[in-house]
């Protein structure tokens, strides 16, 4: 079975530019989330979707937005980028039962550097 | 919100030796708890979880003791091996929503032959 499957890997971008990260879950999966990983801050939450619709949002700027698709693939946007959205960008899958009852599977990540 | 605070890293350990990552937590209501682990080069993945208190969450050798009175949740193994060598995520989920974890910072293991 494929896992989280994240694209591209790596991004170079410029202040001020807007950027799209890619997602794919693993097959049958419903749930797709987010999450920021910088070694300041480590990782924090950005938002959960489950069948097309955000379900939670963590405490980010609207410059961060996202979206589901009918096949459950999300995408993620950052707009107007600043230094500091220089992260490492998880995508995480689950079957959307509650945290507990449905542990995240994480993809390799996104690595966004902004220059 | 709920939030987890974790030993900082890195810690060096001879192989066989006897491993605890102290984890304690702030949190309202009752959150599940967890640990998830970060292997060179993959994504991170679940290691053991515990959804209320006294549980015990156990994987691959490690122990983790969900304990309300104290507010912790210590990983623990009693043999590291090499292959151990990782990086170790404690999480809760989130106060508002059971969908979201809160993550510590990560402490990073390396285990030496």
């Known amino acids: 079975k494929a896992g989280v499957t994240q694209t591209p890997r790596y991004l170079i971008k410029t202040r001020g530019q807007q950027v799209t990260l890619s997602c794919s879950p693993i097959s049958g999966h419903r749930s797709v989330s987010w999450y920021q990983q910088t070694p300041g801050q480590g990782l924090q939450f950005l938002f959960e979707?489950?069948?097309?619709?955000?379900?939670n949002k963590g405490n980010f700027p609207g410059r961060f937005s996202g979206r589901q698709f009918s096949n459950s693939r999300s995408e993620m946007n950052v707009s107007t980028l600043e230094l500091g959205d220089s992260a490492l960008y998880l995508c995480?899958?689950?079957?959307?039962?509650?945290?507990?009852?449905?542990?995240?599977?994480f993809g390799n990540g996104t690595r966004l550097t902004v220059t | 919100g709920n939030s987890v605070t974790q030993m900082e890293g890195p810690v060096t350990l001879s192989e066989e030796a006897f491993l605890t990552i102290n984890c304690t937590y702030t949190?309202?209501?009752?959150?599940?708890l967890f640990w998830y682990v970060q292997y060179p080069g993959e994504g991170l993945q679940l290691l053991l979880k515990?959804?209320?208190?006294?549980d015990k969450g156990s994987n691959k050798g490690f122990e983790a003791t969900y304990r309300k009175e104290t507010t912790s949740f210590h990983l623990e193994k009693g043999s590291v091996q090499v292959s151990d060598s990782a990086v170790y995520f404690c999480?809760?989920?989130?106060?508002?929503?059971?969908?979201?974890?809160?993550f510590g910072k990560g402490t990073s293991l390396l285990v030496t032959p």
């Open positions: 949190a309202t209501g009752y959150p599940s």
């Open positions: 979707y489950f069948s097309e619709t955000q379900r």
């Open positions: 515990a959804t209320k208190a006294d």
């Open positions: 999480a809760l989920t989130d106060g508002d929503s059971g969908y979201a974890l809160n």
């Open positions: 995480a899958s689950s079957l959307g039962l509650e945290s507990h009852a449905s542990p995240l599977h």
